[in-house]
C-alpha cells in the first residue's frame, strides 16, 4: 500500500519543483491592476443647459506601478460629456498605496436617452482597457404656455351710470411657472382692471393652474366700447397675447392715446414731474388730463398735484412701487384706456431707514443712535432733538445722519433717517411713541435698507411712551442686527446733553 501511494504522489510533487527553480515562470509574477470605484455611472435625468458632474475613482490593486495612457468617452459625438482633469491623469503612475479621482460631467445638448462607454487605457497586462458604462437622460427646459379661455370679453348691454364685471380664464398648461410682466390697455377708457390686484406690475399663474382676470365697464354714453389688452408674458411661444374687451356691441372710434414718459427710479425723499406731454389725439383736437395714484407703499402718504394738467408731480417720500395712470379725454369726450407707469424708488445712500405707523392721532418719532450714547443724548441721537448731527470726520457730511421727514400727531408717517456713506461704528435703530391724541395702542413698523437693498421690515404694538429697540446697524460690515428686548417705558422724554 504505501509503495502504490508513492507512486501517485510523485508526478504531483516533482512538476511543482521543477517549476519553482526555473526563470521562465509565471506563477507569483507581479503585475499591475486596475479597478475602479463606482462600476458605472448614472446621470439620471439632467435639463438642457444644465451641468451635472460624478467623480470615479481609479485604483491600483496591484503590486507595481500601474501607468494611465489614456481616458476617453467612446461615441460622444455631440460632446455631452466632459472628463477632467484628464492633463494630470493621463501618465500618471500610480503605485499601491495612491488613488486617481477624476470627475466627469454631463450636459445634455439633445432630448434623448444617451448610453455611453468611458473607457480608461493602462498598462495591465489582463486589462489594458476598463470599461465603464454611463447611462443619462437629457430632458428639455420646462416653460410656461398660456392659454386663453376667450379671446374676447362681452360685456353686453350696459346703461351709462351703471358697472358691471366681465371674466377672462387665463391658465398656464405649461410646465414651468408662467409670469404676466406687464400689460398694457388702448382704446376706450371705460374698462377696469379689477383683479389680479396691481395687474399692470405683472403676477405669476404655477404650472397646470389658472388666474381669472376681473374687469369692469362703467359706460359713459350710450354709444359702444372696445379696449385691447395686450399681456406680455415670459411663454416663450407667446409673448404678446391680445384680449378685445367689448360693451354695449363695440365700437370702432378712433380714441385718443394716453403716454407717460414714465421714469426707471426715483430716489425716495424728490418730487418728481412726469410727463403726459407725448399724449395725442388721432382726430387733431386738444386734450384734456386726468392723472391718478394707483399704488404707493404702505409707508407712503405721497399724493399727485397738478392732476388736470399735462405734466403732473409726485412726493416720492418712501422706497418701493408706485403706480401712476392717466387717462386723456379728446374734444368729442372719448376718453382713453390708461397709459400705466410704474417704477421703483430705490434709496442711493448706503443707510436708510423708515417708520410709520396705523393710526393718524398718534405721533411716533424715529431715532437713531451712535453707540456709546443713550436715548434722547445730543448730539449722538439723531431725531428731532438733532436733525443732523456731526458724526464721522468732523465737518464731513457724507458720514452725518439726516432726518429727512419728522411727521407730527396728524398722519401715519413716514419718516425717514438715513446716512449717505457711514462711518465705521454701531449705530442703534429706536421708535418712541412721543404723543397719544386718542389713538391709544397704535402698530409701527420699521423698515431698513442697506445699500439699495431691503433688508429687514419689522412691526410692533406700542403703547403711550414706550421706547422700540428695533436693531442696530453694524458698518462697515453692512448687517442689521434685530434687536431682543421688549418695548419699555422712556425713562425721559426730553433732549439732554448727558447720559
Not at 485604483?59 to 495612457?69: K, Q
Request: proline share 7%; aromatic share 6%.
Amino acid at each position: 500500500m504505501r509503495a502504490r501511494l508513492t507512486a501517485v504522489l510523485l508526478p504531483l510533487v516533482l512538476p511543482l519543483a521543477a517549476c519553482s527553480g526555473g526563470p521562465e515562470t509565471n506563477v507569483n509574477k507581479i503585475e499591475p491592476q486596475m479597478a475602479v470605484a463606482p462600476a458605472a455611472l448614472d446621470f439620471g435625468v439632467v435639463v438642457q443647459g444644465e451641468t451635472v458632474e460624478q467623480t470615479l475613482q481609479i485604483v491600483n490593486a496591484g503590486r507595481v506601478e500601474l501607468n494611465i495612457s489614456e481616458i476617453v468617452v467612446v461615441d460622444d459625438d455631440d460632446g455631452s460629456f466632459v472628463v477632467t482633469p484628464t492633463t494630470a491623469v493621463v501618465g500618471s503612475e500610480l503605485d499601491e498605496s495612491n488613488n486617481l479621482t477624476i470627475g466627469v460631467a454631463f450636459t445634455p445638448t439633445n432630448i434623448a436617452d444617451y448610453a455611453r462607454t468611458l473607457v480608461i487605457r493602462s498598462d495591465d497586462a489582463e486589462g489594458p482597457e476598463l470599461e465603464v458604462p454611463i447611462s443619462a437622460a437629457g430632458r428639455a427646459v420646462p416653460v410656461p404656455d398660456i392659454e386663453l379661455g376667450s379671446s374676447s370679453v362681452d360685456f353686453g348691454s350696459v346703461l351709462p351710470g351703471d358697472t358691471t364685471q366681465g371674466f377672462l380664464d387665463l391658465r398656464n398648461v405649461g410646465e414651468a411657472t408662467l409670469r404676466v410682466e406687464s400689460l398694457a390697455l388702448s382704446g376706450s377708457g371705460a374698462f377696469t382692471i379689477v383683479s389680479p390686484p396691481s395687474a399692470a406690475g405683472g403676477f405669476d399663474t404655477s404650472a397646470g393652474g389658472s388666474n381669472p382676470m376681473v374687469f369692469e365697464y362703467a359706460p359713459t354714453g350710450i354709444d359702444g366700447d372696445t379696449t385691447t389688452l395686450t399681456l406680455f408674458t415670459n411663454d416663450p411661444d407667446e409673448p404678446e397675447v391680445t384680449v378685445e374687451l367689448i360693451g354695449n356691441g363695440g365700437a370702432d372710434f378712433e380714441y385718443p392715446i394716453a403716454e407717460i414718459d414714465c421714469p426707471t427710479g426715483v430716489e425716495p425723499l424728490t418730487v418728481h414731474e412726469i410727463s403726459g406731454e407725448a399724449s395725442s389725439d388721432p382726430m387733431g383736437g386738444s386734450l384734456s388730463y386726468a392723472w391718478s395714484l394707483s399704488e404707493r407703499p404702505d409707508a407712503s402718504a405721497a399724493t399727485l398735484l397738478r392732476t388736470a394738467e399735462p405734466i403732473s408731480s409726485l412726493t416720492v417720500d418712501v422706497a418701493g412701487d408706485y403706480e401712476v395712470q392717466l387717462r386723456v379725454t379728446n374734444d368729442v369726450g372719448l376718453t382713453s384706456a390708461p397709459a400705466i407707469c410704474r417704477f421703483e424708488s430705490i434709496p442711493a445712500n448706503q443707510v436708510h431707514i423708515e417708520l410709520y405707523w396705523d393710526e393718524a392721532d398718534a405721533d411716533l418719532d424715529l431715532h437713531l443712535v451712535q453707540r456709546g450714547y443713550t436715548f434722547l443724548q445730543t448730539p449722538g441721537d439723531c431725531s428731532f432733538c438733532n436733525e443732523q448731527p456731526d458724526w464721522g470726520e468732523s465737518g464731513e457730511t457724507a458720514d452725518d445722519p439726516l432726518l429727512a421727514l419728522d411727521v407730527g400727531a396728524e398722519g401715519f408717517g413716514p419718516e425717514n433717517i438715513y446716512i449717505p456713506s457711514p462711518a465705521n461704528g454701531d449705530y442703534d435703530v429706536m421708535v418712541h411713541y412721543y404723543t397719544d391724541a386718542g389713538a391709544g395702542e397704535v402698530t409701527a413698523t420699521a423698515v431698513i435698507w442697506l445699500e439699495g437693498r431691503k433688508v429687514k421690515e419689522l412691526d410692533i404694538r406700542l403703547a403711550h411712551n414706550q421706547v422700540w429697540n428695533v436693531g442696530y446697524v453694524r458698518w462697515p460690515e453692512k448687517v442689521f442686527v434685530e434687536g431682543s428686548e421688549a418695548p419699555a417705558a422712556a425713562a425721559r422724554r426730553t433732549c439732554s446733553t448727558s447720559p
